[in-house]
């Protein structure tokens, strides 16, 4: 037979492509897939800073209001602190410097300045400060979005390799691997978030680390290793004993073949799930982390950031901030949780 | 005679997703008081649909045809509202299922679940109902009753549990019991006494039950009529005499004649119009190879045991195997026979040192194979090999074929380059009788003896000496038995092999095999020549196993 | 019973010890130094070197481990580095606000779950179950903060119908007037989840085969779903219940700084604030401990509600 015949034989779908034409079905699950598509690419725009980059300018009044509503005229924006009333003392005479005041009004007058006009209006608002709420809150997704999915992946690989070694291996390895497990479970989650994010505060790493986005990936996930390791280390313990693996060690695949090649493709869609779910986890942690100052730093925007100001904001009336925060997050977020629904639905149409 | 259930241009079809599968596709029969009818057919064929329309305990998705009609007393059961159904349910027809663990509650004992449907539908409670649930356990054969009230399902073997579900399902003394397929899970000794008892009760109470079995000559010790489904349509009913006798059609013909016979050895078994052509369906009987001078294989003394974690310091030792001797020879089969916890497939692992014995020696071509470290074993592996019982488990589904064939060459550099291993896929692909299309396709595509026939298209990829069966037809049906069994013994011929082939089934071995070794509790208890073991067995067990095979008409007659 | 009961305590021996080491390493080595951080900002090279004498941290490492174990043993902490307050004292005093909070928050949402649930399973139609999903994913995907940001500006600030802070002295008042808010909010934002995840468990046993039986025999469906089902769901629920009780103890920490509770989430988060190690390690290592108890108490539970389980 020629080599051509070969490529002329049928080939059926596997299971990623069948996972794909089922999703492409889906029309709940193709419209989340395109909305966390468009989150991603903002993302990316505001990593390489052609978006948002500007987003600590100044470049509106405090409090100004979003475009719709309009500038607030009620005298109740301004910040003008009213001035002293009292007679109008002409100390000219007293004053050494009184003589040269004309003549430097005069010069400055010559030199062009730049002053930037303060908005009234922002699209989506502005905070205290005067900052561009739209900005902030695209510059907080691309923070937010990128620590949630950067702890999700560290946590699955660890998750993933550990599992798969505890689960296929068993005996002592095995053993060893869930005594960390049980270490690290026995001690509550929230706690050991803070026990790392205290010791990574003022500890000597906290130099290296620089603050920024990096601790808070760390402790993440270093934290949210332990779901994913249980269950894959479950999956492994079941797909071991199962006849096509006794087969591949019967015809002599090594443990390596037998644990990558045969058992891993058959959990892949497991552990992709997994991945899915705890992108969400994570960006709502982090938010909530950031909330309470344990998160980004200080020079850094997040949602949670904004959400802590917000809080403040809501009793003097201006909730511009925490409904854009609320609104990219709530969106990101319900599309990327459709998405894994819709996911988890195309790889294994059984499970319902 | 009126029938008690009349059932009238049944059709039921499944909604999945977009489309509607069809399994029931015009099926009429009437089940007769106070006698047994039998429903049988092999997987697909739409006996278990037919007999759950009677009682509507079908799944959501099922759709029973307009024109379909199930007549009980007058009453059209189909279009009964679901109140008075549920009042006869239990009461006047009840439903003995296949799996009894899974079908008993696991959080209630087992006096609670029988006193339930008492209390249901005859208002018995507390007292009474217990005394009662005590008469039914006692009826149905449970020793130590009185404690067996207060035990839970899986404190119960198999066969207990059982008899525990038909307590139940005769609790109100139902005109109609269904037994669906009641025995298949069970050892082939357990299977006997259910049967037993079944027969007895049917007697007793003249009521009417309906047997589903895939099973015919089980069926025809138990039943009075015989309606034959083949995919969701009744292809032969009647009596059972003229069934076994004289059957008109030609599956039932089949059906009758691809189990292999207990009292003749035919060259091949006729098969139901498969792929493979059967060589010579005619009279000649198979000839076994001659025994050579030298054994292929040695073994001696072999053991296996398995810890078991007991009390606190404690460790006790299940024994699986308990020190066997046997010996193979070339171009010979070795059949093992022995039910659940016999060790055969202990035997099975330690020949291909799936697992290690824990004393003994297997020889090889000169080499004690349990002294070899894991590279040693793997030149030897290819010489070694072995089909496993589940098809649908020993595939790995994410491979498509060509990968799975394409796998054990790599490994053992069979073949100068991938093209060439293909070549030889294809070629080993074609013998085992599938076309070359399914080199690109998943396992999920094909048929479980489709699966079968891919596993040992895998195994003959390495040009083994030695291929172990182990219990590799058992899962199929009985059609696609004779299938695999013959293709079997054509490549036993053509090749020179020599087989393991350990299954429960006395039958299957006997025909297979030229050696036998009958197993029970670990130990071999007798071994010989098929024709001898049948005709003059020794061992009380062998002879237990021999009475326990269902023998159709005849054994009844 | 008692062999299994001690069997597991003998397990549980090495996961404490390597909590200890844990917590005692990753202070240690990654921590910054006490000496410092008590001697505040401004302090000398002297102050901080006789600090360090003081707290036994020139000694060699293994002498400063025993140290460690010794204390957790004895439940003697010492005292907060910033507040100088006992740290056994600081655990009894706001151990009460947190459990008036978190148990009755623990219970509704268990019960209301399972009647939730129940009633969800008993529907099953698909048009139900993906409409509660939807729903509830949007409403998961707000988060928690705004719910109580919210909440507690709508139904404290705006409406007055709650206190918007505050904690009392009295049992009593706590659980009347103050509590109420953040219960509610509580539960509230998990009752959506937790109502999917009793309903998955409900669905799992509906599908199994003891209830085709029950159902043969004539069982209401009713009957089916309120003493066969629920039964069997029992030991997932229980397992569910266990995993969240180590959470009661911890109290939420957002819920105490949103509403000023004087609870023990508020004061390790405020320990973290200010690197009060001293609180936070001897929290961590006590709640790791509790929670093995839990887990071991739950086991036994165990045996109780599922009969299969052989405690061996």
């Known amino acids: ?352 | 005679m009126h029938p008690l259930i009349s059932v009238q241009d049944l059709r039921v079809s499944f909604r999945m997703g977009q489309r509607s599968v069809e399994a029931v596709r015009g099926v009429s029969f009437d089940i007769p008081t106070n006698s047994t009818l039998a429903l049988v057919g092999e997987s697909g064929s739409g006996k278990t649909v037919s007999a759950m329309s009677i009682v509507r305990l079908l799944p959501d998705n099922a759709l029973t045809g307009a024109a379909s009609k199930i007549l009980y007393n007058g009453q059209d059961l189909l279009r009964a509202a679901p109140e008075s159904l549920r009042a006869l349910r239990g009461k006047d027809i009840s439903v003995v299922f296949q799996d009894p663990m899974s079908s008993l509650n696991p959080v209630f004992t087992v006096g609670e679940q029988i006193a339930e449907v008492l209390a249901i539908h005859l208002g018995l409670r507390a007292h009474p109902a217990w005394e009662r649930a005590l008469e039914l356990l006692d009826e149905v054969g449970i020793d130590k009753p009185r404690e067996r009230l207060r035990a839970y399902a899986h404190e119960l073997s198999g066969g207990q549990q059982q008899r525990v579900m038909i307590a139940m399902a005769i609790a109100c003394e139902p005109k109609l019991l269904i037994a669906d397929e009641p025995t298949t899970a069970l050892d082939v000794t357990v299977q006997r006494q259910i049967m037993e008892l079944l027969a007895r009760l049917q007697q007793r109470s003249k009521m009417g039950m309906l047997f589903i079995s895939h099973d015919l000559a089980l069926v025809g010790e138990i039943a009075s009529q015989v309606v034959v489904l083949r995919e969701g349509t009744v292809r032969e009913a009647g009596p059972v005499a003229g069934i076994f006798h004289a059957p008109q059609d030609a599956y039932t013909r089949a059906l009758l004649a691809c189990r292999p016979p207990l009292d003749a050895r035919p060259r091949r078994l006729p098969v139901i119009g498969d792929t493979i052509p059967p060589k010579e369906t005619a009279a000649p009987r198979r000839v076994s190879a001659a025994i050579g001078a030298v054994p292929l294989v040695e073994a001696r003394g072999l053991r296996k045991d398995y810890p078991l974690r007991a009390g606190l310091f404690r460790r006790s030792m299940l024994q699986a195997v308990k020190g066997i001797d046997f010996e193979m020879h070339k171009g010979r089969t070795l059949g093992v026979v022995g039910e659940s916890g016999s060790g055969k497939t202990t035997l099975a692992m330690l020949l291909t040192r799936l697992t290690d014995p824990s004393a003994g020696s297997i020889r090889f071509d000169g080499r004690d194979l349990t002294l070899l470290d894991a590279a040693q074993m793997r030149a030897y592996r290819s010489r070694i090999q072995i089909i496993f019982q589940n098809p649908y488990a020993s595939l790995n589904p994410r491979f498509t074929v060509g990968q799975i064939l394409n796998e054990p060459m790599a490994i053992h550099r069979i073949g100068s380059d991938a093209d060439d291993r293909a070549r030889r896929s294809i070629a080993l692909l074609d013998k085992v009788g599938l076309g070359s299309d399914a080199f690109g396709k998943y396992p999920h595509e094909f048929s479980g003896g489709q699966r079968q026939r891919i596993a040992i298209a895998r195994c003959l990829t390495m040009r083994p000496e030695i291929i172990v069966c182990d219990e590799s037809v058992s899962a199929l049906d009985v059609s696609v038995q004779a299938t695999v069994l013959n293709l079997l013994l054509d490549l036993q011929e053509e090749f020179g092999l020599s087989y393991l082939f350990i299954s429960h089934d006395l039958a299957v071995v006997k025909y297979m095999a030229d050696d036998i070794l009958v197993m029970h509790q670990g130990e071999v208890v007798e071994r010989g020549n098929p024709g001898a073991i049948y005709a003059n067995p020794q061992h009380a067990y062998t002879r237990q196993l021999l009475d326990a095979i269902p023998r159709g008409l005849s054994a009844s007659a | 019973m008692l062999p299994y009961i001690l069997r597991r305590v003998w397990q549980m021996i090495p996961t404490l010890l390597g909590v200890i080491l844990l917590i005692f390493f990753l202070f240690k080595y990654f921590g910054g130094d006490p000496a410092e951080v008590m001697a505040g900002l401004k302090a000398s090279p002297e102050r901080i070197a006789s600090l360090r004498a003081q707290l036994g941290l020139d000694r060699p490492v293994w002498e400063q481990l025993w140290l460690f174990v010794q204390q957790i043993f004895s439940f003697n902490w010492g005292k907060s580095w910033t507040t100088n307050e006992p740290i056994a004292q600081i655990f009894a005093t706001r151990l009460p606000a947190t459990l008036t909070i978190m148990v009755p928050i623990l219970l509704l949402e268990v019960l209301l779950a399972i009647v939730a649930g129940l009633a969800v399973a008993y529907v099953r139609g698909s048009l139900s179950d993906r409409a509660i999903m939807v729903i509830s994913t949007v409403a998961l995907s707000v988060s928690f903060l705004v719910y109580i940001i919210v909440g507690q500006y709508l139904f404290g600030f705006v409406l007055g119908w709650f206190p918007v802070q505050g904690w009392s002295a009295s049992f009593w008042k706590n659980l009347i007037t103050y509590a109420p808010l953040p219960v509610a909010l509580a539960v509230l934002v998990s009752l959506a989840p937790q109502t999917r995840l009793y309903r998955s468990f409900f669905l799992d046993e509906i599908g199994q085969d003891y209830v085709r039986t029950a159902r043969a025999k004539g069982v209401t469906e009713n009957a089916i779903l309120l003493k066969h089902v629920l039964r069997n769901a029992m030991i997932p629920i229980l397992t569910n219940v266990a995993t969240g009780l180590p959470g009661v103890f911890i109290g939420s920490f957002l819920i105490e700084v949103f509403f000023s509770i004087p609870g023990l989430g508020r004061e390790i988060l405020a320990a973290v604030n200010r690197s009060d190690y001293p609180v936070i390690q001897a929290a961590t290592v006590y709640l790791a401990a509790l929670t093995m108890l839990i887990n071991l108490i739950t086991d036994v539970l165990y045996k109780l509600v599922d009969p299969r389980v052989r405690l061996t």
């Open chain 1, 1 to 352: 037979m020629t080599r051509t015949n070969l490529q002329a034989l049928p080939r059926s779908a596997g299971v990623w492509e069948q996972a794909w034409s089922r999703l492409r079905q889906d029309r709940v699950g193709m419209a989340s897939l395109a909305v966390t598509l468009c989150f991603i690419v903002l993302v990316l725009l505001a990593q390489l800073g052609l978006v948002a980059s500007g987003w600590q300018m100044e470049v509106g009044t405090p409090f100004a209001p979003p475009h719709f509503i309009g500038k607030i005229t009620d005298g109740s924006q301004s910040a003008v602190v009213a001035g002293i009333d009292g007679p109008n003392v002409d100390i000219s005479d007293v004053d050494p410097l009184a003589p040269r005041y004309a003549e430097w009004s005069e010069r400055a007058a010559r030199f062009k300045t730049i002053v930037s006009a303060k908005s009234d209006t922002l699209p989506f608002g502005g905070d205290q400060l005067g900052r561009d709420v739209l900005s902030k809150v695209v510059k907080g997704a691309q923070v937010s979005i990128t620590v949630g999915l950067a702890a999700a992946l560290m946590a699955t690989l660890i998750g993933t390799v550990l599992g798969a070694v505890a689960g296929y291996f068993g005996g002592r390895v095995g053993d060893l691997l869930e005594w960390i497990y049980n270490v690290f479970t026995a001690i509550p989650y929230i706690l050991l978030v803070f026990a790392l994010a205290a010791v990574l505060k003022s500890g000597p790493l906290a130099k290296t680390l620089g603050g920024g986005v990096w601790s808070l990936v760390i402790i993440l996930g270093l934290v949210g290793w332990t779901g994913i390791y249980r269950l894959v280390r479950a999956e492994y313990m079941k797909h071991r004993s199962r006849e096509y693996v006794r087969a591949a060690e019967a015809i002599g695949a090594t443990h390596a073949a037998r644990m990558f090649s045969h058992i891993l493709p058959n959990v892949s869609h497991v552990v992709l799930v997994q991945l899915s779910l705890h992108v969400v986890g994570f960006i709502k942690a982090e938010v909530i982390l950031s909330f309470l100052g344990l998160g980004v730093p200080i020079d850094m925007v997040s949602w949670g950031t904004m959400l802590s100001e917000a809080q403040n904001e809501l009793v003097l009336g201006k909730w511009w901030q925490i409904v854009a925060a609320t609104a990219f997050m709530a969106t990101f977020v319900t599309a990327f949780s459709l998405l894994t629904d819709a996911l988890r639905d195309a790889l294994d149409p059984k499970l319902r």
